[in-house]
Structure formats: C-alpha cells, structure tokens
C-alpha cells in the first residue's frame, strides 16, 4: 500500500503546477483571440478604404456628368435659333425672301437617299474586372494550386 502511495504522489502534479497550465491555456486562447481580432481590423480597415475610395470615385463621375450636362445645355444655347439669328445679322448676314432664292442644276448629281449616321460614342476605358482574381478563387482551389500541385504554372509557360 505504501508503495502504490509514493507511485501515486510521484505522478500527481503539485496544485500550483495545474494553476500554471490553466493559466497558460487561457493566455493562449487569449492571444489566439486577439490574433483573429487584429486580422478582423485589418480587414474590415482595408475594406472601408477601399468603399471609400469607391464613393469619392462615384462622385467624381457625378461631377464629371454635370459637367458634360452643363456643357451640352451651353452648345445648344449656343445653336438655338435666336442666338444665331443674332450672331448672323452681326456678322453681315441678312434675310433672304423666298423670291430671291435661286436653285442650280447639276448634271449627274444624284440625292442620296439614306442619311449616314455616325456610331454612338464608345467608351474610352479599358474593360477591366472589378474583384481581384485572389478574391475568387476558392481554399480548396489555392490548396490544390500550391499543395498538391505546385508545378502546374511551371509546365504552363514551357508549352507553346
């Protein structure tokens, strides 16, 4: 019996040593939690830039529309029939009557009969993704990619 004693006291672990591991295991949960909280900001920091960035984008493009808006409401003020009326008479011109108009004939002159048009504006920008690709790829796809087959790009640039 004393011998099954000393064996049992050998093998059990002095209270203060329990306190330590108990200590020591909420400390890693501890920093743990504090590691998922820091990629957490991290994240959450680069994504609010990144919509901030988009907004003030937006309103740029905004202000460039009404800009544009303004601009074309300035050229057709500018071609209205009253402005060039006025600008016709200052530059000397005067008002033709009916009676006075006169018509040439030219031999071989034939009328087109449909009015060519021109394209409507394309837009200048390059057409570009919106989410970068690391964002759509998958775990198991990166996974696969890195781990269980590293030399795909590898074999990919040496075919032709």
Same mark, same amino acid.
């Given at each position: 019996?004393?011998?099954?004693?000393?064996?049992? =006291?050998?093998?059990?672990?002095?209270?203060?040593?329990? %306190?330590?591991?108990?200590?020591? $295991?909420?400390? $890693?949960?501890?920093?743990?939690?504090?590691?998922?909280?820091?990629?957490?900001?991290?994240?959450?920091? %680069?994504?609010?830039?990144?919509?901030? +960035?988009?907004?003030?984008?937006?309103?740029?493009?905004? +202000?460039?529309?009404?800009?544009? @808006? /303004?601009? *074309?409401? =300035?050229?057709?003020?500018?071609? #209205?029939? #009253?402005?060039? !009326?006025?600008?016709?008479? *200052? $530059?000397?011109?005067?008002?033709?009557? #009916? /009676?006075?108009?006169?018509?040439?004939?030219?031999?071989?002159?034939?009328?087109?009969? %449909?009015?060519? $048009?021109? @394209?409507?504006?394309?837009?200048?920008?390059? *057409?570009?993704?919106?989410?970068?690709? +690391?964002?759509? =790829? #998958?775990?198991? /796809?990166?996974?696969?990619?890195?781990?269980?087959?590293?030399?795909?790009?590898?074999?990919?640039?040496? !075919?032709?």
């Amino acid at each position: 019996m004393y011998r099954v004693q000393n064996i049992t =006291q050998a093998y059990t672990q002095a209270p203060w040593r329990k %306190q330590l591991q108990w200590i020591g $295991l909420f400390m $890693l949960v501890l920093i743990i939690l504090a590691m998922v909280a820091g990629i957490y900001l991290s994240v959450s920091a %680069q994504a609010s830039t990144a919509g901030r +960035e988009i907004q003030i984008m937006y309103s740029e493009m905004e +202000e460039i529309r009404r800009n544009i @808006e /303004d601009m *074309e409401s =300035q050229i057709a003020f500018l071609l #209205s029939n #009253s402005v060039m !009326e006025k600008r016709a008479e *200052e $530059l000397g011109f005067v008002q033709v009557a #009916s /009676d006075e108009i006169f018509y040439i004939y030219v031999p071989g002159y034939v009328k087109p009969n %449909q009015v060519e $048009l021109a @394209e409507p504006p394309k837009s200048t920008l390059p *057409e570009i993704s919106t989410i970068s690709p +690391e964002y759509t =790829q #998958s775990l198991f /796809d990166w996974l696969r990619e890195r781990v269980f087959d590293p030399a795909s790009p590898l074999i990919q640039e040496v !075919e032709p």
